[in-house]
């Protein structure tokens, strides 16, 4: 099971990948190199931060 100080590193992770994103203007593929962080992971995390349409 993973502790508070992993879970910390691992939403920070997902933060400073998606302002990469946001504020730098990266492409997914160029932040996943830059974070070294596999495109995949990346579009999951988008869609988990996008607003649920019901």
Known sequence: ???NSQLTSGVKLKL???QVLI???Y???EAAEAMDVR???IKHWLNQLKPNED
């Open 39 to 41: 495109v995949s992971v």
């Open 1 to 3: 099971m993973e502790n």
């Open 27 to 29: 492409t997914i593929h």
């Open 16 to 18: 400073e990948v998606v």
């Open 23 to 25: 504020n730098k203007g």
